[in-house]
């Protein structure tokens, strides 16, 4: 969906002011006003309110063709948005917006009540409040089901009469806000809210215009507009790409090694860096996926990571994209391995020129150019509201603590002296079972597509698997492991079948994230119990190579087996003492 | 400050070329006849736009109080003049 085709004026506006967060309030009145002239467009828009919504309705349309959105806005008569809400046959309903505005400040939310009105007695004046809001927000769904409403959440008034006493009284006005926002919020679940917190009262714009906010705000309130308008049309940004040197640390990694790089307590420099990485971390709890796209050696590059002072981890990173080749196909491999379009990305960079570049090659990107000021750099990348959001999903959380579980994980190896200790720490947990039911469609989910770890690439289907599961001389084998930074799942699996007087491994495999975790040995136990029990004397494993799964080549000689045919085969007797076996994983789910 | 005083041929046009960028639709040459009656879409917004313009312009603050009484052109002309001086 582009207007260029067939909508001009949309297309004129987006070439002229490109997708910067803050366009000029010179450009957002003459643009606007020529939008409001649109007939025809992609997302119908109707802006209703309390206030005067000239101003708002020229930065929603401004808004919407800079998010590559063709706008037709209606206005409403002023100060008529609950009738015209209300009233299924007014000009608003008539209209049929997709999207409905709702302009209405704290003059629409307080209410005049004495100063010492109990609290209780206030919040049941703000609940039957936001129950004239909950009914004029059904009564403009009611028309259509598709239909989004943007609600302006209200801020408390500027006047701040007797200071703190004000907010120490339920009834005053600020006072009033605040119990107004959260009930507001809790009932309009399906309901997008645009904050106006922040956006200053102007006496003056308020007398003589009717504006809800300084005109000098209107710039802000785009970027405000523009980020709910993403957020309900599925145009959410998802990752944050960032650059290494002199953004998530000063100095250059390739000349100044770790030793060199400024990111800590000992400069204010130093600390800005810090700050920025904790600030993406904490993104990346929120579930904002981190990606680096760097113009470096990709290993000289992760050693930044080392850094004492890192906040981030290598593996804090899903997509990893260190290169010297330009930046544009770095950011196209990042959306390719991420499985994201390339207009899901926030790209962070502080050097101008590749700012530019990315802005000319890709401009579907969103470019946040940090300047040479860390201290700044969360603000610079803030202002654009790239990554807000009406609510956080469980999966979201989850995305975030998942790769934070993976980061930990990976520190703590950095931290361990050796190996064994670094496993001991993880306390890990890990149960071998005869996989039946869901077990074996999540196995025949790993056959499709574990590649590395995969000693005979079988890639057994669903049924397949069921039917090694149900046969009296075969088995199939799950394992499942847990540690102190969470839960992985059931992440490998052995398929094996009984010939003559040994069990033959049909094939093995592991999911990447657990491997030289033990968890080897700890598998091999449970088969050999498994082979012991069925009266067999060897257990034998093959080894088929591909081009992927070299790191599996000698997993068998590894696990104390004799070979039988050159790099191929291996055997392992059942009765053979099994100290070698050597497991940190204790048994438990 | 007789020498930063703008010559009112000057104000005319810059403020044609305002006019212009505010109603692509008014030939530069055409602005200085502009009235709030024969401008299609000159509504109070557009004054309002048209303030902002000259006050990035010029450099100047104007306020919202003559909003209402500025009608044309000239009105406009007349009050960056006065602001100018």
Redesign the interface.
């Known amino acids: 969906m582009s207007p260029d085709g067939g909508f001009p004026l949309a297309a004129t506006a987006r070439s002229a002011l490109g997708t910067a967060p803050k366009p000029t309030p010179v450009n957002i009145f003459v643009h606007g006003t020529r939008l409001l002239g649109a007939k025809e467009g992609q997302l119908r828009i109707a802006v209703a309110g309390a206030v005067t919504t000239d101003l708002i309705a020229r930065a929603v349309g401004v808004g919407a063709a800079q998010e590559n959105i063709a706008p037709v806005i209606y206005q409403g008569p002023f100060g008529a948005w609950r009738q015209e809400a209300l009233d299924g046959n007014s000009a608003l309903h008539r209209f049929a917006p997709d999207l409905v505005v709702l302009v209405t400040d704290w003059r629409d939310a307080v209410v005049e009540l004495p100063l010492n009105t109990p609290a209780a007695a206030v919040e049941e004046a703000v609940a039957t409040k936001i129950a004239g809001y909950r009914r004029a927000w059904d009564a403009l769904r009611a028309g259509s089901s598709g239909r989004r409403i943007v609600q302006h959440l209200p801020a408390a008034p500027a006047a701040q009469l007797v200071g703190i006493a004000e907010l120490r009284s339920p009834a005053s006005p600020r006072a009033q806000l605040a119990i107004f926002r959260a009930a507001m919020l809790a009932a309009g679940p399906d309901i997008a809210f645009l904050d106006t917190e922040g956006l200053a009262d102007d006496p003056a714009a308020w007398f003589g215009a009717k504006l809800p906010f300084a005109q000098d705000n209107l710039p802000e309130y785009v970027a405000r507009f523009r980020s709910v308008l993403r957020q309900i049309t599925g145009r959410a940004k998802k990752v944050l790409a960032l650059d290494l040197d002199n953004t998530l640390w000063g100095g250059v990694i390739g000349d100044d090694g770790v030793e060199g790089i400024a990111l800590g307590p000992d400069t204010p420099k130093a600390e800005a860096f810090h700050a920025f990485q904790s600030y993406a971390k904490s993104l990346a709890a929120r579930g904002v996926i981190l990606a680096v796209c760097s113009k470096n050696d990709p290993a000289i590059a992760a050693t930044g990571f080392s850094h004492p002072h890192s906040v981030l981890a290598h593996a804090d990173f899903p997509a990893f994209e260190c290169a010297w080749t330009d930046k544009a196909g770095g950011l196209r491999r990042i959306a390719k391995t991420l499985n994201v379009g390339v207009d899901s990305i926030v790209f962070a960079d502080d050097n101008p020129a590749e700012c530019a570049l990315i802005r000319e090659q890709l401009p579907e990107v969103a470019v946040v150019e940090l300047g040479d000021d860390p201290a700044s750099f969360i603000g610079r990348l803030e202002e654009g509201r790239w990554f807000e959001s009406q609510g956080l999903s469980a999966e979201d959380l989850a995305r975030g603590s998942a790769y934070q579980a993976r980061a930990q994980a990976a520190a703590a190896e950095s931290d361990a002296a050796d190996l064994p200790s670094f496993l001991k720490n993880l306390e890990m947990r890990g149960r071998v079972f005869r996989a039946e039911g869901a077990a074996l469609t999540r196995i025949a989910q790993l056959e499709g597509k574990t590649n590395q770890f995969n000693l005979n690439t079988t890639r057994h289907a669903d049924a397949a698997i069921a039917g090694f599961a149900a046969r009296p001389d075969a088995l199939v084998l799950g394992a499942t492991l847990a540690d102190k930074f969470g839960d992985h799942g059931l992440i490998s699996s052995i398929v094996a079948v009984a010939e003559g007087d040994a069990l033959v491994i049909d094939n093995w495999l592991m999911s990447c994230r657990v491997f030289s975790r033990s968890l080897e040995p700890f598998m091999l136990r449970a088969l050999l119990a498994e082979a012991a029990a069925r009266g067999l004397a060897r257990i034998v494993g093959s080894y088929t190579p591909t081009p992927k799964n070299d790191v599996v080549a000698n997993l068998y000689p590894s696990l104390g087996f004799t070979e039988i045919e050159q790099g191929r085969r291996w055997e392992r007797a059942v009765a053979a003492p099994t100290d070698d076996l050597v497991s940190y994983i204790a048994e438990g789910s | 400050m007789s020498d930063t005083k703008l010559a009112p041929e000057r104000i005319t046009k810059r403020l044609s070329r305002i006019f212009n960028?505010?109603f692509?639709s008014v030939e530069v040459a055409e602005a200085p006849n502009a009235t709030m009656d024969t401008v299609q879409?000159w509504?109070?917004?557009?004054t309002?736009?048209l303030f902002?313009?000259c006050e990035?312009d010029f450099g100047i603050k104007l306020?919202?109080?003559r909003?209402a009484e500025t009608k044309s052109f000239n009105d406009l002309f007349k009050l960056l003049e006065s602001k100018l001086s």
């Open positions: 960028k505010a692509p879409g509504d109070s917004i557009a309002l736009t902002m313009l990035e306020g919202y109080d909003i």
